[in-house]
């Protein structure tokens, strides 16, 4: 199948990072001398502004991956090589699970360039019990660190994934698809007592993104949003047997300020991810 070609943009997301990156080297040069390999960090992702994506296999089998390729080819990883921030407060987003579908699509930490495949449990690919409504993936270089309890949410541990993102526009996104999204809310969901944090975010393409800013403008101009959000992510296990999930923060949606304030934690985690100051497991970091 041929590549299908899409837009990102690109920036160095990490403002107070101790290193310096060398044009035209194939090294990141720390402040102290010290020499990584390229691949090991992130600011140098994706100059080009065009990702490539390469499709293996067929759909809802076993053996589909999702490959991301820069312009000359090369693999790279979603979850590593492409640019968090963009300024003004806007992020990349990466599609896996476009709205109304049930696939249950998923950047594959463990595997090398981390392709988005279909979940499985017990051999068997995994489906929601019911079409999800919005577009929903994750924000890149973004980390929920296991070993992290966070006070702030009942001493839930991060979950070990990516950050997560709810994209309540109108428009219907593709798996693998690159959207420039501004963050509006985020949801505390604690799974089987692991803290999975949902970003309510827009896509800025959307036609109603420029009249919302934060929550308040979610329950204005998307009248009952954030709880059908809420309550889907609640209860989708339930079908299956399984409790419903829980929600710290008072089972509220917080602000985009806290919001924000989420990515730029889950960010940093991830920068030491990849520095190898926190052990990185089973987790591809290529």
């Not at 998307?222 to 008072?250: C, V």
């Amino acid at each position: 199948m041929a590549p299908t070609t899409i837009a990102a943009a690109s920036s160095c997301m990490l403002l107070k990072t101790p290193f310096s990156l060398k044009r035209g080297s194939k090294a990141l040069s720390f402040n102290n001398g010290r020499l990584l390999s390229k691949r090991l960090f992130s600011c140098n992702a994706i100059y080009n502004s065009q990702v490539r994506i390469k499709r293996e296999g067929q759909p809802e089998t076993l053996n589909y991956r999702v490959f991301f390729e820069d312009a000359s080819g090369k693999k790279i990883s979603p979850w590593h090589d492409v640019p968090l921030h963009l300024g003004n407060g806007v992020f990349n987003f990466i599609v896996e699970i476009p709205k109304e579908s049930s696939a249950k699509m998923e950047v594959a930490t463990v595997e090398l360039y981390t392709p988005i495949k279909q979940d499985t449990k017990k051999g068997k690919l995994r489906y929601y019990p019911y079409n999800i409504n919005w577009n929903y993936g994750l924000l890149p270089q973004t980390w929920e660190d296991p070993s992290f309890a966070n006070s702030e949410v009942e001493g839930a541990f991060g979950d070990n994934d990516p950050v997560d993102v709810v994209e309540i526009g109108d428009s219907r996104g593709k798996i693998g698809e690159i959207l420039k999204v501004k963050p509006l809310a985020a949801l505390a969901m604690i799974d089987e007592g692991e803290l999975d944090w949902k970003i309510v975010a827009i896509s800025l393409d959307d036609p109603r993104a420029s009249l919302v800013d934060d929550v308040n403008d979610v329950e204005k101009h998307f009248p009952g949003t954030l709880t059908a959000i809420r309550n889907w992510f609640r209860d989708y296990k339930i079908p299956d047997g399984k409790p419903a999930n829980n929600f710290g923060l008072g089972n509220k949606a917080a602000s985009k300020e806290y919001a924000l304030k989420v990515i730029k934690e889950t960010n940093e985690s991830w920068a030491k991810l990849v520095k190898r100051s926190i052990p990185a497991g089973d987790l591809s970091l290529v």
